[in-house]
């Protein structure tokens, strides 16, 4: 398999580059690294238990993860589903949720867990988005700004050789993104992320997973990633 130009595509459990050591405690090993450059795309595929790490190297930069059966590409990531058809614990109140971080569990169009978060270090955790749909050629064109590719096309074109086309590309994760919601005008706000240089987030995964991710493009809009995009690291620790 082929990647296209711009995009590296790692094969479930492959090894690339040198081994090295996580803390002691952990006794996981670095199988992967990548610095995935500003408005690029990524695809890789994570065995289960498996982590996947994405750094902030600069600080305020977003990146947006689609996440696929790597056994059924048809199941993928549900954002509605993973902010409400969470698994409780015994006895506890049905509340949805309206952001994720360290131990939600990101859930599959079937209510299967696909991903657990693991690690979330930016403060206040859980600033990301689950709500919002990812940029795309038509937003931009729409106001007058293209044309440009967004995450959609990014993606798309990451996970392409996998046979999974651009309608099959599921609302994503957006690690990072500040959207919130202002009641009082009945709208929502897209901030600058409160990432910090170093700041990451690290998922398990629960299944066979394959991951497409789309470096966040968007400077001329929002202030999604503080109009300034910067590279972002990948990892993959485990066996």
């Not at 506890?92 to 990101?106: C, F, K, M, N, S």
């Not at 007058?144 to 990451?158: L, N």
């Not at 993104?177 to 629960?206: F, Q, T």
């Amino acid at each position: 398999m082929v990647a296209p130009a711009g995009f590296v595509i790692l094969g479930r459990g492959a090894a690339t580059g040198t081994r090295r050591r996580r803390p002691v405690e952990d006794q996981m090993e670095v199988v992967h690294d990548h610095v995935l450059p500003p408005k690029s795309g990524y695809a890789l595929e994570l065995g289960q238990g498996q982590h996947l790490r994405i750094t902030d190297l600069e600080g305020k930069q977003v990146v947006d993860v689609a996440v696929f059966n790597a056994d059924n590409h048809g199941e993928k990531l549900s954002t509605s589903n993973s902010r409400t058809r969470y698994v409780p614990e015994p006895g506890a109140e049905y509340v949805p949720r309206d952001r994720l971080t360290e131990g939600d569990t990101l859930m599959s169009t079937l209510c299967r867990p696909m991903m657990t978060i693991v690690r979330d270090t930016p403060e206040p955790k859980g600033v990301h988005d689950v709500h919002n749909r990812m940029c795309n050629r038509f937003l931009f064109e729409s106001h007058g700004v293209g044309p440009r590719d967004g995450c959609h096309e990014i993606i798309s074109r990451a996970v392409e050789p996998y046979g999974i086309g651009p309608e099959d590309i599921p609302d994503t994760m957006d690690v990072f993104m500040n959207y919130h919601h202002d009641c009082e005008r009945g709208r929502w706000v897209i901030g600058e992320p409160v990432s910090k240089p170093g700041d990451y987030i690290e998922l398990r995964a629960e299944i066979n997973c394959l991951v497409g991710l789309s470096n966040c493009p968007e400077d001329v809009l929002t202030d999604c990633n503080a109009k300034h995009c910067t590279p972002m690291k990948v990892e993959v620790f485990g066996p």
